[in-house]
T-cell receptor, first 110, second 113 residues
Framework: TQLLEQSPQFLSIQEGENLTVYCNSSSVFSSLQWYRQEPGEGPVLLVTVVTGGEVKKLKRLTFQFGDARKDSSLHITAAQPGDTGLYLCAGSNAGNMLTFGGGTRLMVKP | SAVISQKPSRDICQRGTSLTIQCQVDSQVTMMFWYRQQPGQSLTLIATANQGSEATYESGFVIDKFPISRPNLTFSTLTVSNMSPEDSSIYLC??????????FGPGTRLTVL
């Protein structure tokens, strides 16, 4: 069974601070996706990384896929209250099946 | 990306009854999935809804409890049968094409009394 561990589980920070969320596994994934979910809504896809060592930037969000394709990180610069939500990483292999991490609940206080 | 809608958005049901949740995609998709999510927690895959054949269930989920239909490439239903309070959760459907990304519906929040 492939497992993805996310850390931290909870994060409460002030507006303007930086933060990093980690997603780690002992298994190799062909790709990894990051989602953000707000209360009452489904997860929304932020990014997909597929190449070991890949770095993708989405405005203030930077996503990195580990060289061995077993881990990933999400870094948010100058967090804003609108970044508040549940962040989920999900690894994919054959069959388009996703293995989800446990999630990181982020609260950004104004 | 695909736009996915679910009905109902929420429901409160009595123990022992069944509820069918509908999932509609705005375009034809190869894959459709059903997940369960406790509020504030991660997603657990229930099953893959296969068009024209029986769904593929994950460990811990069985067809008698969670029958799934997928009559075409844009629609699927999940029934939660003989409900108990332990079935209270958010149920999400997702859809994907030939790529790896999945797009999610808004979820159905189920409360069983």
């Amino acid at each position: 069974t492939q497992l993805l561990e996310q850390s931290p589980q909870f994060l409460s920070i002030q507006e303007g601070e930086n933060l990093t969320v980690y997603c780690n596994s002992s298994s190799v994934f062909s790709s990894l996706q990051w989602y953000r979910q707000e209360p009452g809504e489904g997860p929304v896809l932020l990014v997909t990384v597929v190449t070991g060592g890949e770095v993708k930037k989405l405005k203030r969000l930077t996503f990195q896929f580990g060289d061995a394709r077993k881990d990933s990180s999400l870094h948010i610069t100058a967090a804003q209250p609108g970044d508040t939500g549940l962040y989920l990483c999900a690894g994919s292999n054959a069959g388009n099946m996703l293995t989800f991490g446990g999630g990181t609940r982020l609260m950004v206080k104004p | 990306s695909a736009v996915i809608s679910q009905k109902p958005s929420r429901d409160i049901c009595q123990r022992g009854t069944s509820l069918t949740i509908q999932c509609q995609v705005d375009s034809q998709v190869t894959m459709m999935f059903w997940y369960r999510q406790q509020p504030g927690q991660s997603l657990t895959l229930i099953a893959t809804a296969n068009q024209g054949s029986e769904a593929t269930y994950e460990s811990g989920f069985v067809i008698d409890k969670f029958p799934i239909s997928r009559p075409n490439l844009t629609f699927s239903t999940l029934t939660v049968s003989n409900m108990s309070p332990e079935d209270s959760s958010i149920y999400l459907c997702s859809a994907g094409g030939v790529g790896v990304e999945q797009f999610f519906g808004p979820g159905t929040r189920l409360t069983v009394l």
